[in-house]
């Protein structure tokens, strides 16, 4: 019924990418998203792309696994690519009644259309590679400084972690209840808005009941197994950085740099539709 | 009048051609006022069965028919759904109404009935499973006991009036007294009423006290059937399947293996049929000593 909801999307490989360590990999997705924003003119974006290319080409993704994150974000997409090439003044490249498009437009649909599409796929590469698990790890270790602090950053990364976990669980009992009301004849198909969500009622009721059912027991578990939070705990797999990643963080840098001096037009390098 | 499944088979993955199907070529036949037992180990398909019973799931291969009517017709689909009452395994955990008399009352509603029509409906129904509506009727069904909670549940499905019931494991989790309160409930449906019932279990001494017939799934298919005493004869076929038998058949397969019963005519599947057949044996023997 609900089995095809999709979450968590990593993909199962065994490349270079998959085995960087994920704090690496969190900070250098976070600095490709940040150097995106320093792009100026196409030929930056085109960098930009090539590089992007050529980690997802060693991570043997397959590109259709890439282009299906953009699905969500079709409509977001078409929005603010007509919206910038319809609505932005400057000279008129091409009337048609009140429908007037300008260079400056076009340029500005282009731009943010192509800067949107590489974040979603740079995003995406970072979800396929790195375990959901490896992923909430990940963030425990780069947020760790902050529990100086006084944030709890072991209990948000295991909060993070467990809701992960229970997705497919809950998923799992929405189909189970969905199915037992079905059976006594509830209807989740037909009319308006209104009826349909009252009509969900039989079903959201159970699910809270028991999801609360499932922390608890879940709770007790863990402290049956003397779960007492963050402090002295260690880990099975311990994260260490190797020569691998080294050599991926030099890779970065050297991206870092491209994009940058790229955008002050000191490569050797024309700049197309520079702004 | 009963409910046909003709060479079902269903895979649950479509795309791929080459998992193997969850159920595989399998007929059934639920007739009114029997009762039959469905057992296998995890796995074996027996949820995947139940579902194909009322339309939640609808076979690639083969046809399910209630009444001689299948589920293919949008239209008819709730009407031969209400024919068949299905209580999924834990039913405890679906109830979600204000009060217990609401939750009993939440399927028959839905079927359209009148005010009064509902409530002698759901009266009887928990009269069957021994709950007291007039005492906890009005409390929330949060509120009641474990075993409490398993009745109202399955009041709510008898609530529909169902000329067949399925059940998955409906003892499991209880006490003992509760357990047995179920069978003979289960037993009372089925001689009153006269449904067809189909009882999923793991229990073999539930199903060999209660069932009419007896259908052993493995890997998706329906490998054994028939009446309690041809199944359970097969006890070495079954413990190849990992499945046991009742705790009488055991004992007396048991014994048999040691000598101590080389004759015994049928496999008892109950302890009053195994403690006569024992004494008789016993009473043989000081006869014989003298």
Redesign the interface.
């Known amino acids: 019924m609900i089995r095809n909801i999709t979450l968590g999307q990593y993909y199962q490989y065994d490349s270079v990418i998959h085995r960087l360590d994920p704090r690496l990999k969190i900070f250098g997705t976070f600095l490709y998203l940040v150097m995106l924003f320093f792009v100026k003119d196409l030929v930056g974006y085109g960098i930009a792309a090539l590089c992007l290319s050529g980690v997802i080409l060693v991570s043997r993704v397959p590109f259709r696994f890439i282009l299906r994150g953009m699905r969500p974000i079709m409509f977001i997409l078409a929005f603010t690519f007509l919206l910038n090439l319809l609505l932005l003044p400057g000279t008129v490249l091409w009337q048609a009644g009140p429908v007037t498009v300008t260079h400056e437009g076009l340029k500005q649909a282009v731009f943010i259309t192509v800067r949107l599409l590489l974040l979603v796929f740079g995003a995406s590469v970072l979800t396929y590679t790195t375990k959901p698990m490896s992923l909430t790890d990940g963030f425990e270790r780069i947020l760790s400084p902050l529990s100086k602090l006084g944030v709890r950053t072991h209990e948000i990364a295991m909060m993070m972690s467990i809701a992960l976990r229970f997705i497919p669980t809950l998923v799992g009992e929405t189909d ?2 969905m ?9 989740f198909e037909s009319g308006n808005l209104l009826r349909r969500a009252r009509n969900m ?2 079903v959201l ?2 699910l809270f ?2 999801a609360f ?1 499932i922390a608890q027991d879940l709770a007790m578990a863990m402290e049956a197994r003397c779960y007492s939070g963050g402090r002295g705990r260690t880990r099975l797999h311990p994260m260490r950085y190797g020569m691998r990643d080294l050599a991926a963080l030099m890779m970065l840098i050297l991206f870092a740099v491209l994009i940058f001096v790229q955008s002050r037009g000191m490569l050797p390098l024309p700049m197309i539709w520079k702004i | 009048m009963s409910i046909e499944l003709k060479n079902v088979t269903y895979r649950y993955n479509r795309n791929g051609a080459e998992d193997t199907p969850a159920l595989k070529d399998v007929n059934l036949t639920v007739e009114p006022g029997q009762i039959c037992g469905i057992v296998g180990h995890t796995g074996s398909g027996k949820t995947t069965l139940v579902q194909q019973l009322n339309g939640l799931l609808t076979p690639q291969e083969g046809t399910v028919t209630v009444d001689g009517e299948d589920f293919s017709s949008r239209d008819r689909r709730a009407e031969l759904r209400r024919k068949v009452g299905l209580v999924f395994q834990y039913p405890e955990y679906q109830l979600f109404e204000e009060t217990v008399a609401e939750d009993i009352a939440f399927g028959p509603r839905n079927m359209g009935l009148a005010e009064d029509e509902i409530r002698e409906r759901s009266a009887e129904a928990a009269r069957m499973t021994g709950l007291d509506l007039e005492l906890l009727g009005d409390r929330s069904p949060f509120e009641l006991s474990g075993g409490q909670k398993r009745k109202a549940a399955i009041a709510g499905v008898l609530a529909m009036r169902p000329a067949y019931l399925v059940l998955d494991e409906p003892a499991a989790g209880l006490d003992p007294e509760a357990h047995r309160e179920m069978l003979d409930m289960l037993v009372r449906i089925c001689s009153e009423w006269g449904c067809g019932i189909v009882l999923v279990s793991h229990n073999m001494d539930d199903v060999a006290a209660i069932c009419h017939r007896v259908y052993v799934m493995e890997k998706g298919s329906i490998v054994m059937g028939g009446t309690p005493d041809q199944v359970f004869s097969r006890s070495g076929e079954l413990r190849e399947m990992g499945l046991g038998l009742p705790a009488a058949a055991e004992l007396t397969v048991l014994l048999r293996k040691e000598g101590v019963l080389p004759d015994a005519p049928r496999i008892p599947l109950n302890a009053e049929e195994a403690a006569e057949l024992i004494a008789a044996r016993l009473r043989l023997k000081g006869q014989g000593e003298k």
């Open positions: 189970k209840i199915k037992a009301q079905l059976a006594r004849g509830a209807d009622i039989p009721v159970p009941v028991n059912r």
